[in-house]
């Protein structure tokens, strides 16, 4: 079935370097891509969201990049610092008709170390 | 603590008991979503209500999963004659509409970690 992926499991960075975390998508019906942090324990945090009519959102330190021609979405974080270090999903929505609304389909995850 | 509400943070139950697990959603949102997760995996779609009306459910909720939400406010997630594999992190979210286009992001609580053994 169609399905989110991410290109790696893990990423290590130093502090105050950028980090780009990317994802392959496969459903050219998708309307909807987002980013979710996730720490231990806890449930995962929005972090940024983007529309298929874009392909390019920014928020604080973090930048959302939509190539739909190739089907990928990636996310960059500015001058990282260990409190990022946490495993980062993306997810797609299929439409926006109908009952759909919200129902979000996950990826893998990809794991940051941010190292001091 | 306006943010999603799960209870209990921590459940574990021996195979074959039943258990419900409870989402106190943000006060605004009217739409509620429950998601499963294992390690290392992201979260996959169980079911999705509007208000107290269930709208969508994933094929992964057999009949021995039943969810609930009686006045359109909290939700309950029930799991009868618990196996090995129900063993996950359940998670609940809430989002409101906006506008005609579509969603709120989704707000996923800290979840309840369900260990059967």
């Known amino acids: 079935g169609e399905s989110v992926g991410l290109h790696l499991p893990t990423l290590s960075v130093q502090e105050g370097d950028n980090s780009i975390i990317n994802c392959a998508y496969s459903?050219?019906?998708?309307?909807?891509f987002i980013w979710y942090k996730q720490e231990s324990g806890k449930g995962p945090q929005f972090i940024i969201d983007?529309?298929?009519?874009?392909d390019k959102r920014q928020g604080q330190r973090v930048t959302v990049l939509l190539n739909k021609t190739v089907k990928h979405l990636s996310l960059q974080i500015a001058a990282t610092q260990p409190g990022d270090s946490a495993v980062y999903f993306c997810a797609e929505r299929a439409g926006s008709g109908g009952t759909s609304y919200g129902k979000l389909t996950f990826g893998q995850g990809t794991i940051l170390t941010v190292h001091p | 603590d306006t943010g999603v509400s799960q209870d209990p943070r921590h459940k574990i139950t021996k195979r074959g008991q039943n258990v419900t697990f409870r989402c106190d959603p943000i006060?605004?949102?009217?739409?509620l979503y429950w998601y499963r997760q294992t390690l290392g995996q992201g979260p996959e779609f169980l079911t999705y209500f509007q208000n107290e009306a269930q709208l969508e459910k994933s094929r992964l909720l057999s009949d021995r999963f039943s969810a609930e939400r009686p006045k359109g406010s909290f939700s309950t997630l029930e799991i009868q004659r618990t196996e090995q594999g129900d063993s996950a992190m359940y998670l609940c979210?809430?989002?409101?509409?906006?506008?005609?286009?579509?969603?709120?992001?989704?707000?996923f609580g800290n979840g309840t970690r369900l260990t059967v053994t």
């Open positions: 459903n050219s019906a998708s309307d909807y």
């Open positions: 979210a809430s989002s409101s509409k906006r506008g005609l286009l579509g969603n709120s992001p989704l707000h």
């Open positions: 006060s605004e949102h009217n739409r």
């Open positions: 983007i529309r298929s009519n874009m």
